[in-house]
C-alpha cells in the first residue's frame, strides 16, 4: 500500500452507487475519469463488489484499490467510493448523508419500490450531495431541503384512488409501528 | 416460459417497476412530447426521470439523438414546475458532453441564476458551468463573482465548486475570483468554508509564501475568533492537509525540527478536535510526514490506538490501515500497539482482521514470531482465500526479515498447502516456499521437502509442472540429488500427460548435472519413452539421446541453459521464414534475445495491503516487441535486421522547460535507431519540421533522420535519427553525441493554436548529451546454469582478465548494483545478492552483445579501502572482451 501525504484538493468522492438485492444499478455515478470510464468496468465493478459486500454487513472494504463504505437496507445497497488513502469517515459522512437523505425523502421506507417511484428525487439528492467529485453538501436535512419539492398536498380529488389507499395504509403502518 | 418468469417477478416486485425493460427508441420517442405547446408537467417528469435514468444505466447516445433531445428538452424552461425544472437542469449536465451546440440554453440558465427562486439558482449555476467553455466563460464572469459571494450558502457553494471545476478549462479568469473566494471563506455556513478554502488554495498552490499566508490567517481565524470554523470538520482536514504539504515541502530547507513549526503545532492541536474524522485526519497526515522521528509521530500513533478500539468499523479501519502504513517506516513505534491489534485479528470485518495481521507480522520481533503463528493457526481456517493469499504474503516478509526462523515459517506453510484451497492461493504458498529456498541456503532442503510432499497430492497441473522445474532446478546441487528421483518418477506413473513431461525434463536435468545418476536416469528414461503420450515419448527420447553422448557442451547448451529468445518473436521469424526461402538454414541468431523480465521484481512490490486482486492481469506483449513494431513502420528500418534491445528512457531536457525531450535508444546489429520524443509546453507556439541534430563521435555515421513535420501545445511527437556503428571497430563503439533540437517556429494564438502568420523562423534548442553506453548494446540473458557455461567456455571462448580499484564504492552491495547497471548484463545464481558481513564477493554475469555474441563476466570483489575488482571477461569475440574490461575504469 502506497502511503504518502494527500494531496489537498476537494475532490474526494470516487463515485456513488445504490444497487438492488439482485446487483443490479439503481443509480451510479462515477465521477473520475480515470476510475472505470466505460460502462462495461462499471459495471464490472459493481458485480464483483456486490458479491464481496452483499453476505458481510461489514461497512467497509477495500477492493480494486478503492475504498468503499456501504450501507444496506431491505432490499437496497448504497455505496460511496473513494481513493484508498482516502479520509474513511469523509466517505462515512456522504454514505451516511445519502442513505438518510433517501430515508427521508421516502419517509423511512427505504426499499426498491419507493425508490423507483420517487426516481427523479433521489437523483436530484445525489446531484445535491456530490458534485463532479466534490462533496456539496452532507447534511441530510439541508439536501432534503433543497430536492423535497414535491407538493403533497394535492388536492384530493386529483389523486388517484390507489395514491389514497397507498399513503392511507402508510399512515396507518406507521401509526401502529410507534 | 422466459416471460412468463419475468411477468411473476413483476408481481412479486410489487406492481411492476415502471423502468424495467425500457428501450432507448421508446423514450427517444416518448421525449417528443416536450415539444408540445404547452408543457405537461405531470406527463413530461416522468418521461425526463426514464430518460435520466436510462443514460444512467450506461445506454449510449450519438451526437444527434443527444441533440435532438436536448433541444426537445430545452421546451420545458417554459414550465415552472420546480422538479421539472431541476431534472432539465441534471438533463443538460448529462448530455453536455455529448450533444451539439449545448450553449443555446445559456441565457435560460443565466436568467435562473440571477433570478428570484432560490431553488433553482444554485443548480443552474452548476448546470452553466458545465456548458461554458474557456471563451464563454468570461460573458458569465460577473454573474459568477456575484454568486460567490452571494447569502444563500447553496448559491455560494455551487458557485464556488463549479469554479473548481471551471479552473481546468480556464485558470486565467477563474485566478481573478479570489477575492470573492477570500471573502466567501469567512462565511457563516460550514461547506461554503469548505469550499472557498478549497478554490483559495487551488488558485494560490504554486505560490508557497502565498499558501503559508492563507493558511496562518486560517488557523488564526480558527483558533481565536470565528467559532463556527471549528464546527467546519471538512475545511478542518482540508487545512490539515495543506500544513501537512507546507511542512513537507518546507522540509529540505529548515534547520529546526519539525514540531517547531507553527504548522506542525497546529496538526497537533487537531488532535483534540471534536470530530473524530479531523483527529483521524491530522494522525493520518503526521505519521506520513517524510523523515519523521519517532519522537514526532508518537502521539499521533496513541491517537490511531485509540480510534482503533472505536465501535465503528470505518474508524477501526482506517486507523489500522494507517497503522499499517507506518510499520514500515516506524516499526518500533507501532509495537506499542500490538495489544490492540491482536484484539482486532477476530474482527468481523475480514479487511480489518487481515490489516491487523499484515501490521503485526510487520512490527513483530523475532521471539514474537512463535506466538503470532499459533494465532494465525487458529483462525486461518475462517478466512477466504483472498485473505489467505495477504497472509501469506507477509509470511513472506517474515522470512526475508528473520532467516532464522525459516523452519517455524515453513512448517506453517506447509500446514496450510496440505489444507484446501484454491489455485491462487496454493500458488501463492508455492511462491513463498521457493523465495525462502532461493533467499536461505539452510532453508532449501526441508524447502524442497516439502514441495515434493505436496506434489505427491497436488490437484493443479500448472503448480506441479512449476514445483517439478525448480526440483530439476534445484534438487541436482543439493548433498543427496537421488531422494527426489523418487517423488519425480512418481509423478510419471500417476500423473497426467503435462505433469509427466515436465517429470521428464525435470529428471534429464539431474542426469546432465550428477554423473553418478545418469545410468538409473537412462533406465527411467528408456521406460518412459514407451509412454502414451507422444509429447511424453518426445521429451524422454530427446534427452535420452544427449545424455547417451555425454558431452558436456551439448549438455549445456541443450539440457542446462535453454533457448533464450523472444517466443513471440521466434513465432513470427519462423513463420516469414517458411513463406520465404527455406534453402538456408534458418538461422536462430536472427531471433532476438528475450530481455529478463521484470515480473519477479513487480510480485515483490506487489502492494500487499491491497486485500484483493484485480482479476487477472492482461498479458501484454513486451515493450521491446512494442517497439518493434512501431520501428517497422519507419523507412529504412526494415533493412536493419533485426531489433536487439531498447533502452530505457533518457531525458535529455530538465522536465520543466520550454520543450521536453526523451530518448530511446534502439539497437541493432550495427545500428542504432535514436527515438526522441518531443513535447512542446508553450501555448503560442506551433513547431514545424522538428528533429535533433547530433554531433557523432568518430566512426560513427549518420544515415538517416526522420523529422516530426508538426508538434503544436502540448503534444508529443516523434522524431527520429538512424546512425550506424562503426564498422569493425567494435573498441569505438561507445561514445558521447552532442545533441541540438532544431525547429521552424510559428507563433499562434494560444486559445485556438492556429499560427498568426505563415512564415516561421528557424530557432534551435541545445540538449544535454547523448551518451552510447555500453549497456545500451547488452541484452540480458539468464543462465540457469552459469558454472556449467563458465568451464564450457574456459576452452572456447576467448578471456581477459584485469583488476580495478573502485575507490568511489564504500559497500559491496553499492559496487554489485553499479556494476550490473554499468555493463547491462543478468546477474546469475543469484549473485547479486550480498551475504551480511563478507568482505569479498563473486558476481556472476551474463549476457548477449548485439548481433548475437555471447558474454560471460566474473567479477571477484574484494572490500578494502574502497571495492577492489578482478574482472574475467570471456566471450567468443576478442575484441568485445576487450571493450569491456576497457569500458571500466
Not at chain 1, 127 to 154: K, M, P, Q, T, Y
Request: some cysteine.
Amino acid at each position: 500500500m502506497e502511503a504518502c501525504l494527500l494531496e489537498p484538493n476537494l475532490y474526494c468522492v470516487k463515485g456513488i452507487a445504490i444497487l438492488d438485492i439482485d446487483g443490479n444499478r439503481i443509480l451510479a455515478k462515477y465521477y473520475d475519469k480515470n476510475v472505470f470510464p466505460t460502462p462495461k468496468e462499471q459495471r464490472a465493478y459493481e458485480k464483483n463488489l456486490f458479491n464481496k459486500t452483499h453476505r458481510a454487513n461489514a461497512e467497509i472494504i477495500m477492493l480494486d484499490g478503492l475504498t468503499c463504505v456501504y450501507k444496506s437496507n431491505v432490499d437496497l445497497f448504497f455505496y460511496v467510493m473513494g481513493s484508498s488513502n482516502e479520509n474513511e469517515l469523509i466517505l462515512m459522512n456522504v454514505l451516511n448523508c445519502l442513505y438518510d437523505s433517501v430515508s427521508q425523502i421516502l419517509r423511512k421506507n427505504v426499499e426498491k419500490r419507493a425508490v423507483m417511484e420517487s426516481l427523479d428525487i433521489v437523483m436530484l439528492a445525489m446531484d445535491e450531495i456530490c458534485d463532479g467529485g466534490i462533496i456539496l453538501d452532507a447534511d441530510s436535512s439541508s439536501v432534503v431541503s433543497r430536492v423535497a419539492l414535491r407538493n403533497d398536498d394535492i388536492p384530493i380529488g386529483e389523486q388517484t384512488v390507489a395514491q389514497v389507499f397507498q399513503s392511507a395504509k402508510e399512515q396507518l403502518k406507521w401509526s401502529l409501528l410507534k | 416460459m422466459s416471460g412468463f418468469k419475468r411477468d411473476h417477478k413483476e408481481e412479486e416486485d410489487g406492481g411492476g417497476n415502471p423502468f424495467q425493460n425500457i428501450e432507448k427508441t421508446t423514450v427517444l420517442q416518448e421525449a417528443r412530447i416536450f415539444n408540445e405547446t404547452s408543457v405537461n408537467p405531470r406527463k413530461c417528469t416522468p418521461i425526463l426521470t426514464k430518460l435520466l435514468y436510462m443514460l444512467n444505466q450506461g445506454e449510449q447516445l450519438s451526437a444527434k439523438e443527444a441533440t435532438d433531445v436536448f433541444f426537445a428538452m430545452t421546451k420545458l424552461f417554459q414550465s415552472k414546475d420546480v422538479i421539472l425544472r431541476r431534472l432539465v437542469y441534471l438533463g443538460i449536465k448529462e448530455l453536455s458532453s455529448i450533444a451539439d451546440d449545448v450553449i443555446i440554453v445559456t441565457s435560460s440558465l443565466t436568467k435562473d441564476m440571477t433570478g428570484k427562486e432560490d431553488l433553482y439558482r444554485a443548480a443552474a449555476i452548476r448546470a452553466l458551468c458545465s456548458i461554458t467553455d474557456a471563451t464563454m466563460l468570461q460573458a458569465i464572469e460577473r454573474y459568477m463573482k456575484q454568486a460567490i459571494v452571494d447569502r444563500n450558502p447553496a448559491v455560494s457553494s455551487a458557485a464556488l465548486v463549479s469554479s473548481l471545476h471551471m479552473a481546468k478549462l480556464a485558470p486565467e479568469v477563474v485566478k481573478r475570483w479570489v477575492n470573492e473566494a477570500q471573502e466567501a471563506v469567512n462565511s457563516e455556513n460550514i461547506m461554503v468554508q469548505y469550499h472557498a478554502l478549497g478554490l483559495l488554495y487551488h488558485i494560490r498552490k504554486s505560490d508557497r509564501l502565498a499558501v503559508s499566508k492563507l493558511v496562518t490567517r486560517s488557523i488564526q481565524t480558527l483558533m481565536y475568533t470565528n467559532v463556527s470554523l471549528q464546527k467546519s470538520s471538512y475545511a478542518v482536514c482540508m487545512l490539515i492537509r495543506i500544513a501537512a504539504k507546507l511542512i513537507e515541502e518546507e522540509g529540505a530547507d529548515r534547520k529546526s525540527s519539525k514540531s517547531q513549526s507553527p504548522y506542525f503545532q497546529y496538526i497537533e492541536s487537531c488532535f483534540r478536535h471534536k470530530s473524530e474524522m479531523v483527529v483521524y485526519e491530522a494522525a493520518y497526515a503526521v505519521v506520513n510526514l517524510n523523515n519523521s522521528t519517532s519522537q514526532e509521530v508518537a502521539q499521533a500513533i496513541s491517537v490511531l490506538q485509540l480510534l482503533s478500539a472505536s465501535p465503528k468499523p470505518a474508524l477501526r479501519f482506517a486507523a489500522v490501515r494507517t497503522l499499517n502504513q507506518v510499520a514500515i517506516s516506524h516499526p518500533a513505534a507501532v509495537t506499542a500497539c500490538n495489544l490492540d491489534l491482536e484484539n482486532l485479528i477476530t474482527d468481523s470485518n475480514r479487511s480489518i482482521a487481515t490489516l491487523a495481521i499484515t501490521t503485526l507480522l510487520k512490527t513483530g520481533a523475532e521471539s514474537s514470531v512463535d506466538r503470532l503463528m499459533k494465532q494465525i493457526a487458529t483462525f486461518v481456517s475462517e478466512i477466504s482465500d483472498e485473505f489467505k493469499v495477504v497472509v501469506v504474503q507477509a509470511i513472506r516478509a517474515l522470512a526475508l526479515k528473520f532467516p532464522r526462523k525459516h523452519t517455524v515459517l515453513m512448517n506453517f506453510l506447509s500446514a496450510m498447502l496440505r489444507d484446501d484451497g484454491g489455485l491462487e492461493y496454493k500458488a501463492s504458498i508455492a511462491d513463498t516456499i521457493i523465495t525462502i529456498i532461493e533467499d536461505n541456503p539452510e532453508a532449501k532442503e526441508t524447502g524442497l521437502a516439502h514441495l515434493c510432499e505436496f506434489i505427491e497430492d497436488c490437484e493443479h497441473v500448472s503448480l506441479a509442472v512449476r514445483i517439478l522445474h525448480l526440483l530439476g532446478k534445484e534438487g541436482p546441487k543439493t548433498k543427496q540429488p537421488s531422494r527426489y528421483i523418487r517423488f519425480i518418477y512418481n509423478r510419471v506413473i500417476l500423473e497426467c500427460p503435462s505433469i509427466r513431461a515436465a517429470a521428464v525434463s525435470a529428471m534429464a536435468q539431474f542426469g546432465a548435472s550428477c554423473p553418478d545418476l545418469l545410468e538409473n536416469i537412462q533406465v527411467l528414461l528408456a521406460r518412459c519413452q514407451m509412454d502414451s503420450d507422444d509429447e511424453v515419448r518426445d521429451r524422454a527420447t530427446y534427452y535420452s539421446s544427449i545424455l547417451n553422448r555425454q558431452d558436456k557442451a551439448l549438455y549445456n547448451n541443450y539440457v542446462l541453459n535453454t533457448l533464450q529468445v523472444s517466443m513471440p518473436a521466434l513465432e513470427k521469424s519462423l513463420s516469414e521464414y517458411i513463406n520465404l526461402n527455406t534453402a538456408q538454414p534458418f538461422d536462430i541468431k536472427s531471433v532476438p534475445v528475450v530481455a529478463v523480465s521484470k515480473s519477479e521484481n513487480d510480485v515483490k512490490q506487489k502492494p500487499e495491503g491491497m486485500l484483493i486482486s484485480s482479476g487477472p492481469t492482461k498479458i501484454s506483449p513486451s515493450r521491446d516487441e512494442n517497439f518493434a513494431d512501431k520501428l517497422n513502420s519507419l523507412p529504412d528500418a526494415q533493412s536493419l535486421g533485426p531489433h536487439f534491445k531498447s533502452s530505457e528512457i533518457v531525458e535529455l531536457t530538465e522536465s520543466e522547460t520550454e520543450y521536453v525531450v526523451k530518448c530511446i535508444k534502439h539497437c541493432y546489429a550495427q545500428h542504432l535507431v535514436l527515438q526522441f520524443d518531443c513535447l512542446n509546453t508553450l501555448n503560442d507556439q506551433l513547431l514545424e519540421n522538428v528533429r535533433v541534430q547530433l554531433d557523432v563521435s568518430e566512426g560513427f555515421e549518420i544515415i538517416n533522420e526522420i523529422p516530426c513535420p508538426k508538434l503544436p501545445y502540448n503534444e508529443t511527437g516523434t522524431t527520429y535519427v538512424i546512425v550506424k556503428f562503426p564498422d569493425g571497430d567494435i573498441l569505438n563503439s561507445v561514445g558521447t553525441f552532442g545533441a541540438v533540437l532544431k525547429f521552424i517556429v510559428k507563433d499562434c494564438d494560444p486559445a485556438t493554436g492556429l499560427p498568426d502568420i505563415d512564415e516561421g523562423y528557424d530557432d534551435e534548442y541545445m540538449l544535454e548529451e547523448l551518451e552510447i553506453t555500453l549497456a545500451d548494446q547488452i541484452q540480458k540473458v539468464n543462465k540457469a546454469n552459469w558454472g556449467a557455461a563458465w568451464e564450457e567456455a574456459e576452452s572456447t571462448f576467448h578471456e581477459i582478465e584485469d583488476t580495478y580499484s573502485l575507490s568511489s564504492m564504500n559497500t559491496l552491495e553499492e559496487a554489485v548494483v553499479n556494476i550490473i547497471k554499468y555493463l547491462g548484463l543478468q546477474p546469475a545464481e543469484r549473485s547479486d545478492k550480498v551475504p551480511k558481513g563478507k568482505s569479498t564477493h563473486t558476481l556472476l554475469l551474463a549476457g548477449i552483445f548485439r548481433g548475437g555474441v555471447d558474454i560471460l563476466v566474473r567479477a571477484k570483489l574484494a572490500l578494502a579501502d574502497g571495492v577492489t575488482m578482478q574482472l574475467t571477461v570471456r566471450s567468443t569475440d576478442q575484441s568485445i572482451a576487450e571493450l569491456i574490461t576497457s569500458a571500466i575504469g
